[in-house]
């Protein structure tokens, strides 16, 4: 059972009468959330700005949970008068569109204000959207990124490229294997090597890091396996 306030009746579908007077409901409280509206006040309410009376027939503005003339209801940074305007709460002022926006972090990338969600990464805000490689332009938020010395982010691979020491032997970068964040590298006679790149110049031997006869032995600046700097020597 469900008591109404005409009487006690039994719960059971609407009417279209009652649908379309739950509609009409529905709308006046979208259209009150979206724009304050003018309310007839009581002698003992006082205005929520100037704290002055307002009568019973005076025209007000009901926002932020108070009452407020017409007049005193205005944008807290510029005062223009925000009755039937749309507006922002900020720390239960009111602020028009405009201001508001003022009082937004700026994307570090576009300049624009970030009016939805934040990224914050290398001490400054983004827009999700705009924090991107500055080589390749791919999307970082989520992923590994690396910043060079002006703090600009790379992705990982692109860093790699761009800073990564090269080898001797190929003149590419040594980077981290596929799925792996070490780069693994061997460094011999002041020069770098991938591992697969280490080798006897002369046999191409692959050559071990370790101290052993397997290693490299080196003779006159070049990388040489063990019978290879022989030969060598005693030419």
Known sequence: MERGGGGVR????????????????????????????RQTVAVSESCGRCQQPLARTQPAVRALGQLFHITCFTCHQCEQQLQGQQFYSLEGAPYCEGCYTDTLEKCNTCGQPITDRMLRATGKAYHPQCFTCVVCACPLEGTSFIVDQANRPHCVPDYHKQYAPRCCVCAEPIMPEPGREETVRVVALDKNFHMKCYRCEDCGKALSIEADDNGCFPLDGHVLCRKCHTARAQT
Not at 27 to 33: A, I, K, P, S
């Open 10 to 37: 039994t719960s059971g579908p609407l009417t279209l009468k009652e649908v379309e007077e739950l509609e009409q409901l529905t709308q006046q409280l979208m259209q009150d959330m979206e724009h304050p509206q």
